[in-house]
C-alpha cells in the first residue's frame, strides 16, 4: 500500500477525466504518457465513459475506484501510488475543493452534457465539481470536446468557457505527419495536450523539429 512518502518521488500531479463521449483512447493514452512522464496521475471515469471504454476499446475497466486504479496500473506500466482513481461522489477527494492539492486536469474525452454542466457551474458529480475549483482557482483546465456537428448550444459553452480560462482542444488531429496506424493519430492529440500542460514527451516530433 502507498504511503504519503511514496508520491514524492513523482512530478506534480494531472487531473485525468473521461467522460461519456467517443474517444476514450485519447484519455486512456493520455494516463499512459503522464505516467511515462513520470507524473503522478488523478483519474475519474464517468458510468458513460465506462460503456464508451467496453465499446470502443479491448478493456472493460472495473468501476471500483481501489481495482480501477490497479487495472490501470498495470495497463501504463505505472510504479505502486502512481495513480489514484475517485469514484464519481467522493467528496473528499483532493480535487473537489480548492483548498486540496494544486493539479492542473484534463476531460478527455470531454462529452457536450460535461461540457454544458462545467460551464454552468453545475457541480452534481466529482468530475464537474473537480472543474469547477479548477476554474474558480484559476488552474489549467483542457477540455477536449469529441462531437460533430457542432450545435449553437455547443459553441456557446466553448466560448463561454474560453473565457472563463479554460482551453478548448477538440480531439481534431492533423495529418501533415502522415500517420499510418489509428495510434498515430491518437497520439497527436495527446502530444498536442501534453505540450499544453508543459510535460515534455517523445511522442511526435514539434512543429519545425
Given at each position: 500500500m502507498a504511503t504519503d512518502n511514496d508520491t514524492t518521488r513523482f512530478a506534480a500531479p494531472v487531473t485525468v477525466a473521461l467522460t461519456g463521449a467517443s474517444g476514450a483512447q485519447y484519455g486512456l493514452r493520455l494516463i499512459e504518457a503522464l505516467v511515462a512522464a513520470n507524473h503522478e496521475v488523478w483519474v475519474m471515469?464517468?458510468?458513460?465513459?465506462?460503456?464508451?471504454?467496453?465499446?470502443?476499446?479491448?478493456?472493460?475497466?472495473?468501476?471500483?475506484?481501489?481495482?480501477?486504479?490497479e487495472a490501470l496500473t498495470e495497463r501504463a506500466g505505472a510504479a505502486a501510488g502512481q495513480i489514484r482513481c475517485f469514484g464519481r461522489e467522493d467528496w473528499m477527494a483532493p480535487v473537489a475543493s480548492g483548498s486540496g492539492a494544486s493539479s492542473a486536469m484534463v476531460v478527455c474525452p470531454c462529452s457536450t452534457g460535461t461540457l454544458s454542466a462545467v460551464a454552468c457551474g453545475?457541480?452534481?458529480?466529482?468530475?464537474?465539481?473537480?472543474?469547477?475549483v479548477a476554474l474558480k482557482e484559476r488552474r489549467q483546465l483542457i477540455l477536449v470536446p469529441r462531437e460533430t456537428p457542432l450545435s449553437a448550444i455547443h459553441l456557446e459553452h466553448m466560448l463561454s468557457l474560453t473565457r472563463m480560462g479554460a482551453v478548448m482542444m477538440p480531439a481534431a488531429p492533423g495529418f501533415y505527419?502522415?500517420?499510418?496506424?489509428?495510434?498515430?493519430?491518437?497520439?497527436?492529440?495527446?502530444?498536442?495536450?501534453?505540450?499544453?500542460?508543459?510535460?515534455?514527451?517523445?511522442?511526435?516530433?514539434?512543429?519545425?523539429?
Open positions: 471515469i464517468s458510468k458513460a465513459a465506462h460503456l464508451v471504454i467496453a465499446t470502443e476499446t479491448d478493456s472493460d475497466l472495473p468501476a471500483r475506484p481501489e481495482r480501477l486504479a453545475a457541480s452534481n458529480n466529482l468530475i464537474e465539481r473537480a472543474a469547477d505527419h502522415r500517420p499510418a496506424a489509428v495510434e498515430e493519430l491518437v497520439d497527436f492529440i495527446v502530444a498536442r495536450i501534453l505540450n499544453q500542460l508543459g510535460i515534455e514527451h517523445r511522442l511526435m516530433p514539434r512543429w519545425g523539429e
